[in-house]
């Protein structure tokens, strides 16, 4: 291997550069893709591979066909010689090719840890948990670039993370799912959050423990922990760290949280110096309304004001964000009707926030539960449920508790398995609802039986409701 160029980091059993190395890219996806345009771009030596020949095919295509790519459908193992694995976050640890690299001693890391690699001059702000990461991390861009700082969100939210990084921003407002940070070395950020932890993705962790482990590893040494002081989780993976704790109750000393209609700092500094009681932002200018929300925006401004930022940015941004699709977005209304897609809960944590800010709700539910439980998401929102209707691989599972926790609620299930299931849904909820009230596809589980992600089951969602629109 060619000594030329180093990376900025330093991973022990890594290589000690990349021009001429070679790696072996698990993925031909977004972040795979992402990850073998960088490594190409460095001087090494790259494979791709992937089970799907239709993603194999995109990488086939210009401008990728003359820029020196090998492409392998596929492979069970690292060809010999390979010097290094970066795996694409859905690869489980038990996949054969991962369990083959361990078992030869080929290093393998994931998009995270070859961007830290790469990079330790952007000011790298962390946020993950089961919920709200993509909404806190956008509430972060935009305070970020209100204070005038050249930021930008990227990671688990659409924009690759090494993509960011050979962008050169200056700081970095970064989503990272369980699945990356499995697979990721020392992260060590400025400053991370957990915003919270509950049951999700057991079908890939193998248990809450783990995955709830995966999680914590934002909290690194020399970090600063951002700590949701009414999350279980999030409190236990920060112990002993200190840091910044944010509550949407009253404030404690050391603490962010609200107090009558605002959200309050008593942990920064103000500008004079002290440390007090300190107006960041209207609870009004958090959208979309919601204590969890309120949740997101307050650790939002602990890790801005972390960075220095001011109180004036973090209200201004607030304002500013615009929330993402498919998040609690009124898509119709019908005889008195509100329907509402919130297809972005896909697990039953996001599901229960969202059933509580609501009543007289009729719930649209199932898809892939990952392993999670319905029974206490049940038990918490009986009271708000007019009826239910259920769709998808864990339908039955989720008809199940009904029958034991909400014995007398109406409930239909659709068999369908097809794209055109949505539209006998929403007829279905139609005719369980009554005005004033709410049809509110909360599904509480993954899309990817029936979908090709959350977006689209939101959208077959707001394509039905709008047929149902023209049928009356």
């Known amino acids: 291997m060619r000594q030329v160029r180093a990376p900025v ?25 992402s990850a073998a345009r960088v490594l190409l771009e460095l001087g090494a030596e790259v494979t791709v591979t992937d089970s799907s020949p239709t993603q194999m095919q995109a990488l086939a295509a210009p401008p990728w ?17 390979t010097d290094l694995v ?29 961007a830290r690699w790469l990079d330790c001059a952007a000011t ?18 935009s305070i970020l670039r209100a204070a005038g700082v050249d930021a930008v969100a990227c990671g688990n939210i659409g924009l690759p993370l090494l993509d960011a990084v050979r962008a050169g921003h200056r700081v970095l407002a970064v989503e990272l799912s369980s699945f990356q940070l499995h697979w990721t070395r020392e ?7 957990v ?20 999680k914590g590893k934002v909290y690194a040494e020399g970090t600063t922990a951002v700590v949701n002081a009414d999350d279980e989780w999030s409190m236990r993976l920060a112990a002993g760290r200190g840091g910044v704790e944010f509550t949407i109750s009253e404030p404690a000393a050391g603490q962010l949280g609200v107090v009558g209609g605002a959200l309050i700092d008593r942990a920064f500094a103000d500008p004079a110096g002290r440390a ?51 998040r609690g977005v009124p898509v119709g209304e019908h005889a008195g009707v509100c329907y509402v897609d919130d297809s972005k809960a896909t697990n039953p944590h996001a599901a229960r926030a969202s059933l509580l800010t609501r009543h007289r709700v009729v719930w649209v539910a199932g898809g892939l539960l990952k392993g999670a439980e319905v029974d206490e998401l049940v038990l918490d929102t009986r009271d708000r449920l007019l009826g239910a209707v259920l769709l998808g691989a864990d339908r039955a599972v989720i008809a199940a508790a009904l029958a034991r926790h909400a014995s ?59 047929a149902l629109g023209v049928a009356r």
């Open 408 to 466: 007398n609620l109406p409930v239909r299930v659709v068999d369908s398995g097809d794209d055109g299931a949505m539209m006998e849904v929403v007829r279905a909820a139609a005719e369980l609802a009554s005005p004033g009230g709410v049809v509110l596809l909360a599904p509480a589980a993954a899309s990817m039986d029936m979908f090709t992600d959350y977006a689209h089951r939101g959208r077959a969602f707001a394509a039905a409701v709008a």
């Open 187 to 193: 992260l060590n950020p400025q400053a991370a959050v």
């Open 276 to 326: 007090g009681n300190t107006v960041l932002a209207s609870v009004a200018d958090v959208r979309p309304p919601g204590p969890h929300n309120l949740a997101n925006a307050l650790a939002a401004a602990a890790l801005a004001r972390s960075t220095g930022v001011g109180p004036p940015a973090i209200a201004q941004g607030l304002r500013a964000f615009t929330p993402g699709g498919h």
């Open 86 to 114: 970066v795996t694409s976050p859905g690869f489980r640890p038990d996949a054969p090719l991962l369990v083959a690299a361990h078992r030869t001693g080929v290093p393998v890391i994931g998009d995270v840890t070859l």
């Open 9 to 33: 980091g330093g991973v022990s059993d890594l290589p000690g550069n990349l021009v001429g190395a070679r790696v072996l890219v698990a993925g031909a996806r977004v972040t795979g893709a």
């Open 65 to 81: 066909a003359d820029g020196g790519l090998r492409l392998a459908t596929g492979l069970g193992a690292p060809p010999p010689g």
């Open 124 to 141: 790298w702000l962390v946020v993950t948990g089961t919920n709200g990461k993509t909404t806190t991390v956008g509430m972060l861009e």
């Open 195 to 214: 915003l919270n932890v509950s049951a999700d993705h057991l079908d890939w962790h193998g248990c809450l423990a783990e995955y709830a482990a995966a």
